[in-house]
């Protein structure tokens, strides 16, 4: 008989009833032990032809209503050598291709795992709190440990490349690599992505580098990543990043313009007649707007916005919406305004949400807190139900007794309970 006769024999033969169940279960124990042939393996509720074949292996009698037999793998290695000329691994191996080393796995899964955190940690952000904590989650949660098996590890560096190159992260000493023709603030998605990866499109909705980045920016702003379009979008921007110019919008009242452009125009023509407008982030920077009032008030809710409009309409002082946290084509607009030399009065709701939005406004905008005092809140939270204060708390540097009381009562107060004291300080005098 042929070589080639003989081993397509002997694989059939090993292929049978009587053995799949015992090879396997050798298999599985092999691949856990780096191929070590010590121990034993067991079929439990063996059936007739698995209980001849361990019977025809060890020579020993099995009883029919066995419940459970059990081999060495030494024996099973003697018998296949002396039977078929090769050994338990060899046959293993023959039959269904190589054997796993799962501890060797596991241990260079582990080295990669931890040369992809090393790496990380290596990041200019590293000292920030959200940094760390983003970074602890992938790798609690078996983020990491999914890229690793896949090969796509070096997504994370990615990650961090283009975490390191947003615009609120990059204004420090040695980062002066800003990509050209586009003004500090205003930074399209494909350009960011092509600057920290080479890929214009590694950023597109729902690729898996988009989703480590905004996990990242969701744990900065102290939530999570938002399961609707519109709401991912807010949260590049609140980064400075721009998923589209034209969707990036800030609804304004009574702010008009210095200047003789046409967005100018529709902005001095909307204020004489108390009209809310809106403004995107495109007609921002290509018709850079100046806004004429240097007193502007800010607001989170645009019912706010809409009850000044229909009780003041033109006499109402004027008034930026933020709709939520803040847009980048509303930080343009007010950022624009401050540098020409306006005062803003920067109120949100209280929740935690608002505290940050607010902290967030007197750090990078010099904003004064509009009616975010303890006492505003104190005196709010007794006109009505309120809902439970939800996600991580946040500070109130202005006003320390702020957070503290909200943190006492753990109650949200919108800021519609306090229309009638807004509408007031918004009424010109």
């Known amino acids: 008989m042929s070589a080639e006769r003989r081993e397509y024999r002997e ?23 780096s191929g070590a042939l010590d121990g034993d393996i067991g079929l439990a509720e063996p059936s007739e032809a698995e209980r001849r074949t361990v019977i025809g292996i060890t020579g020993r009698y099995r009883a029919e209503n066995a419940q459970r037999l059990a081999i060495s793998l030494h024996e099973l290695d003697g018998y296949l050598h002396d039977r078929y000329g090769t050994g338990l691994l060899t046959t293993l191996g023959r039959l269904h291709g190589p054997l796993r080393d799962r501890p060797a796995e596991r241990s260079d899964e582990e080295a990669r795992r931890e040369q992809a955190l090393k790496s990380a940690h290596s990041s200019r952000l590293a000292g920030q709190g959200w940094f760390a904590a983003w970074l602890e989650r992938i790798a609690a949660d ?35 690599d800003r990509p050209p023709a586009h003004p500090a603030g205003i930074l399209p998605l ?27 920016l969701a744990q900065r702003t102290g939530g999570d990543i938002p399961r609707v379009r519109a709401g991912r979008r807010a949260l590049w921007e609140s980064a400075g990043a721009i ?49 004429a009032a240097r007193t502007i008030f800010v607001c989170e809710n ?55 939005i607010t902290a967030g406004a007197v750090a990078r905008h ?23 204060l939800a996600g991580p708390p946040a500070a109130s540097p202005w006003d320390p007794e702020l957070a503290r009381a909200m943190a006492e009562s753990g109650s949200t107060v919108m800021e519609e309970r306090l229309l009638p004291a807004l509408l007031s300080d918004l009424t010109r005098t």
């Open 11 to 33: 694989h059939d033969e090993l292929q049978g009833e009587g053995w799949s169940r015992l090879l396997a279960a050798a298999r599985r124990r092999l691949e856990r032990t």
């Open 142 to 176: 078996g983020t990491l440990t999914r890229l690793v098996r896949r090969g796509d590890a070096p997504l994370l560096d990615a990650a961090v490349r283009v975490l390191e190159r947003l615009p609120g992260d990059r204004d420090r000493p040695g980062d002066q």
């Open 190 to 216: 494909p350009v960011l992505a092509e600057w920290a990866t080479g890929d214009t499109k590694a950023l597109v909705p729902g690729s898996p580098l988009e989703q480590l980045v905004l996990r990242a």
């Open 243 to 291: 998923a589209d110019d034209l969707a990036s919008q800030v609804l304004v009242l009574n702010i008009g313009a210095e200047g003789d452009t046409v967005v100018c125009d529709w902005l001095r023509d909307a204020a004489d007649f108390g009209i809310p407008f809106r403004l995107t982030l495109h007609q921002l920077a290509t018709a850079p707007v100046v806004p």
């Open 302 to 356: 645009p019912a706010v916005l809409r009850a000044a409009a229909g009780e003041l309409q033109d006499t109402s002082a004027a008034l930026v919406c933020t709709e939520g946290v803040a847009s980048a084509a509303c930080h343009k607009l007010l950022g624009d305004a401050v540098r020409a030399g306006s005062r803003l009065h920067w109120r949100a709701d209280f929740d935690w949400a608002g505290l940050r």
């Open 366 to 388: 010099g904003a004064r807190p509009w009616r975010m005092t303890a006492a505003d809140y104190t005196a709010a939270l007794s006109k009505g139900e309120s809902t439970p």
